[in-house]
């Protein structure tokens, strides 16, 4: 079954530092997606991205995210300068269309130090 | 903002017996709902939707009821089996609109299903 695929599954780094997460969705899908759920808490939107363009973005996705899809299979999370609070799992999502369900990946943790 | 609420962080069912998972919404613009399965350290998984034109979907033993009127909508796990056991998150989309496919989450109801 397809599968919506995530690496590393864990990267540490220290705050201030870059770091690229990375994500190859299911390969019909239109719509991708980063999610992040910080520990303890509930799964929130970053941002959505289609026809190469960012779609929507939450008041979180601020200047320190970027995404690309730098080919066509992978699309990437960057943060340019990591603050501990961006410790958090990260998911990548995509779906097919327009309101059709959102298949996640294993999500990345990341902890800044 | 609570937009998607779950109120029951955890619920406990015998083996064999009904789950009834429940969730309200605010935002009257939401028109999809979704219910994810997520296992910890695992990423949610799909279970079941809803659109707003119906009160009702069925999948096996899975099954969501919509309530408009009341913004609820409701999870129903029969029978309810162990590996049932999870974190259960209710979410919705289309808050900002047509276009709009970011979901909006709640914070999870942890199943236990007890065998």
């Known amino acids: 079954e397809p599968e919506v695929t995530q690496t590393p599954s864990h990267q540490v780094t220290q705050m201030g530092q870059e770091v690229i997460l990375r994500c190859v969705p299911i390969?019909?899908?239109?719509?991708f997606y980063w999610y992040r759920q910080i520990l303890g808490q509930k799964v929130e939107f970053l941002v959505s991205?289609?026809?190469?363009?960012?779609?929507?973005k939450s008041e979180i996705f601020d200047d320190q995210f970027s995404v690309e899809r730098p080919d066509g299979s992978n699309f990437t999370l960057k943060i340019r300068s990591t603050k501990l609070e961006d410790s958090a799992m990260y998911f990548c999502?995509?779906?097919?269309?327009?309101?059709?369900?959102?298949?996640f990946g294993q999500g990345t943790r990341l902890t800044v130090v | 903002d609570q937009q998607v609420k779950q109120n029951s962080p955890s619920l406990s069912v015998q083996e064999g017996r009904i789950s009834i998972l429940n969730c309200d919404y605010t935002?009257?613009?939401?028109?999809?709902f979704l219910w994810y399965k997520k296992y910890p350290a695992e990423g949610p998984t799909f279970l079941i939707s809803?659109?707003?034109?119906?009160d009702k979907n069925e999948d096996g033993r899975f099954t969501v009821f919509l309530n408009k009127s009341a913004k609820h909508l409701s999870l129903h796990i029969v029978p309810s089996q162990p590996g049932d056991s999870a974190v259960y998150f209710c979410?919705?989309?289309?808050?900002?609109?047509?276009?709009?496919?970011?979901?909006?989450f709640g914070k999870g109801t942890k199943l236990s299903v007890i065998p």
């Open positions: 999502a995509s779906s097919e269309g327009e309101n059709t369900e959102a298949f």
């Open positions: 390969s019909n899908h239109l719509y």
């Open positions: 991205f289609y026809n190469n363009e960012i779609s929507e």
């Open positions: 935002n009257s613009m939401f028109d999809y």
């Open positions: 809803i659109s707003s034109i119906k």
């Open positions: 979410a919705a989309s289309g808050a900002s609109g047509a276009g709009s496919y970011q979901l909006t």
